[in-house]
């Protein structure tokens, strides 16, 4: 059984250290949060068994705080903490669905046996529950939208990997779902009630990715000023997912072949071997072939990593997802918006299935949620999508009562502009991509006067 989760939801940094430490000392792995809105978000990504929210948070009540969450995740058990004088507060956030409530100054002691006896209520509560409405659910393969045999063998993986404990590799244009499958496969796997975490390499300054992902000792470098868990650790008994893999320091690169193989790691500045079951899902958008090639990543280490390999394809070769994927956000954002969106017309499909989509499905995301935002009826017309996407349509449009010469040039322009979007606008590679060089092609965007931003 892995250790329980739980979050604090507390804005004053003191009491929240004091109550998190009394916790950490009972081997829970805990959470913080300093407002409702962080608690949400933290909600999100780990299944969490307790929450302990403070009735008086900074601009908003701890009461409103516990109904958020249990709107968000009905599994978890909220306990509310009140100050002596604010028992009528209590017992209005246990008629809201606290299970108990907690009297300031805390008595740890009995707030242990609360917090055990909280526990038990939500493992009964976990196994009677369908699972319906969980984050497991959010993530389950039954939300895994896709229609293309493409998808169905990412799916096939995915349930494979989900079943094994082997460590993945995920490679795929940004914006392709890799994010999204690392999350299906840690919670439809064994782990999934164990923590999910996350760590983005390239978001963290170079010094501080191996304290980030081992954890140091206090004292082990500047700013050390108390011990820090690192992820490995923190993620035991669940899923690290390391994100653009590919931007991994080459000295860090040694340390995590190490782990992988030893399944031991050291916290910055001991030299006690620590343990960690986790199980690493590692993702990249860069070309880790080129990045070995030229001595930036370790071969060794992308074997060891590349145990099981999915790669999201791009959305313009599967272009079979885009209807269910529309769907499917068009339920998302019509609800959001408080809108009856049902459909989305034939003319604005067809300028959809024709765009090419250099940011994949987090892409067409925006575009269905920008559209969502511009309906006022029943279905999403041509009119509520962005200009840049019609008119990269519109250009056939208009070709069919043309002279040849004139239908030629089109066709030549609308190839040049669909090769330079897919390319990100990397002149040499839609070059490439169009079979001729790039001084031809350059000569062609003048003389066809294709501005230089033509998304715009
Ligand atoms: N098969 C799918 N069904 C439904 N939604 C999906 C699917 N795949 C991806 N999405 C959604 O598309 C968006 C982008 O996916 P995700 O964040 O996983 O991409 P990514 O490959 O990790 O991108 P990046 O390289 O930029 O990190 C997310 O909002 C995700 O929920
Ligand atoms: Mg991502």
């Known amino acids: 059984m892995s250790k329980a989760n739980i979050l604090i939801v507390e804005d004053d940094p003191l009491q929240r250290k004091l109550i998190k430490e009394n916790l950490e000392r009972e081997d829970y792995a805990v959470f913080e949060a300093s407002s409702g809105r962080e608690a949400l978000d933290i909600i999100d990504v780990h299944p969490m068994d307790i929450a302990v929210v403070d009735f008086k948070l900074d601009g908003e009540t701890g009461i409103s705080v516990i109904v958020d969450i249990l709107k968000r995740n009905p599994l978890v058990t909220p306990l509310m903490v009140t100050a002596f004088a604010n028992i009528e507060n209590a017992v209005e956030a246990i008629k809201k669905g606290a299970y108990d409530y907690i009297v300031k100054p805390i008595d740890f002691a009995k707030f242990l046996l609360v917090i055990a006896r909280a526990l038990e209520r939500q493992r009964l509560k976990r196994e009677i529950s369908l699972l319906q409405d969980s984050l497991a659910e959010k993530f389950s393969a039954k939300n895994f939208v896709f229609n293309s045999s493409r998808m169905e063998e990412v799916a096939f993986l995915v349930s494979k990997a989900a079943k094994s404990g082997a460590t993945v590799l995920i490679s795929g244009e940004t914006g392709a779902g890799k994010d999204f499958v690392a999350r299906t496969i840690h919670f439809s796997s064994k782990r999934k009630e164990g923590p999910y975490l996350a760590v983005n390499i390239p978001s963290l300054p170079e010094t501080l990715i191996e304290s980030e992902l081992f954890g140091a000792e206090k004292g082990s470098f500047t700013g050390a000023y108390e011990r820090k868990t690192g992820k490995f650790e923190a993620a035991s008994g669940g899923t690290l997912f390391l994100d653009e893999i590919g931007d991994l320091p080459l000295q860090l690169q040694v340390k995590l072949l190490r782990f992988l193989q030893e399944k031991e790691f050291y916290r910055l500045g001991s030299s006690k071997p620590l343990k960690s079951d986790v199980r690493i899902v590692a993702a990249t958008n860069r070309d880790l072939d080129l990045l070995m090639k030229e001595e930036k990543f370790r071969p060794d280490l992308y074997y060891r ?77 041509s009119t509520d999508l962005p200009v840049f996407i019609k008119e990269m349509s519109e250009d056939e449009l208009v070709e069919e ?56």
């Open 401 to 456: 009562g043309l002279p040849l010469k004139d239908r030629v040039k089109a066709l030549e322009v609308r190839e040049i502009k669909r090769a330079l979007l897919e390319s990100g606008l990397v002149k040499s590679k839609a070059a490439r991509a169009l079979g001729i060089t790039e001084r031809m092609l350059s000569y062609k965007i003048k003389i066809y006067k294709i501005p230089a931003d033509i998304k715009h």
């Open 305 to 381: 990593l590349n145990v099981i390999h999915i790669h999201v394809p791009p959305l313009r070769e599967r272009k079979e997802d885009i209807p269910p994927l529309v769907d499917h956000f068009i339920r998302k954002y019509s609800e959001k918006e408080g809108k009856n969106i049902e459909e989305i017309s034939a003319e604005a499909m067809n300028t959809l299935l024709k765009y090419s989509f250099p940011g994949n499905i987090r892409e067409l995301e925006n575009i269905v949620e920008r559209a969502a935002v511009f309906c006022d009826g029943k279905a999403i017309t």
